[in-house]
């Protein structure tokens, strides 16, 4: 009964978002919730601490290997329990990083925006999570595969292709997830299929090396919009119209990780051109985006 009692009291949603743990040097800053709203009372038990576990968890990682210099990259990582039968789970899992404009804390745009609805694993009251990335986990693995593509994809925007370690070591665990039969993992997947390995797979395309610089474009323009609005906007006009010709004439299928961009930055981008008449910038987002048509739209307008 005082278990119960004890569990009213809580939140639904549990969160956990206060420092408890301090490493030197280390890239991410998290925030870390646990929806467990279709949870009995009783099943909520085991799950009560998941938030603060794995808060500590991407806290005591250095996924780089190396000291991370300059302010950490700011990422909301949200679990939704979907049900629970015994010790195992299916959670569908969102993961929401950004990029900080000129390295100021409390600024920037989303940079990763992945919601990933195929997730089951093991969890036992209390676990111990321990950092492998030659072993293949149900929980942490693909953890680390996401924290691995966000620190990349971060690296990416201050040095040419500085993320390419990075998403070598997030394709690795692709490939272990894969051997371990993961379906989110699977080689096998429709050109165009937005799927775990197929991300991961076209950031270590070489021939997706063009797009990657000028993810690194884009982002330098953004720097420079926050110092001088017109420079910015005039700079990210061109980077757009290279990304749409990078689609016109290198890509032959829906490329994932372009989408992917755009999914993290559609609203960004709304906004710095938001009631401007650039024709050429809607031409290209339309192409570029074709699902936000209505919110470029609605941008150009100035609503």
Known sequence: MKNQILVLVLSLIVGFSAPCVTANAQELEPTVQVDMQTLTLDQRQDVMLMAETVKNYLLSNRYTGVDWEGPRIPVDVMIYISGRNANRYTARLSIVSKRLVNNTPGTGGGMLRIFDQDWSFEWSNSPTLVYQPLRYDHFTS???????????????????????DMYKAALSIAQTGNAQGVSQFSTVYQPGQFTRMSLVTELNDMRYQALRRLFFDYHEAVDIYAENKDEGRTALTQVLNDMATFKR??????????????????????????????????????????GKTQQYEEARQGK
Do not use: C, H
Request: aromatic content about 12%.
């Open 142 to 164: 693909v953890l680390d595969f996401y924290m691995m593509l966000a620190v990349g994809l971060d690296m990416d925007t201050y040095d040419d292709l500085g993320g390419t």
């Open 249 to 290: 004439t290198k890509i032959s299928n829906r490329s994932v990780v372009l989408q992917a961009f755009f999914d993290a930055k559609a609203g960004e981008i709304a906004d710095i051109f938001r009631g401007i008449a650039t024709p050429q910038v809607w031409a290209d987002l339309r192409f570029l985006d074709p």
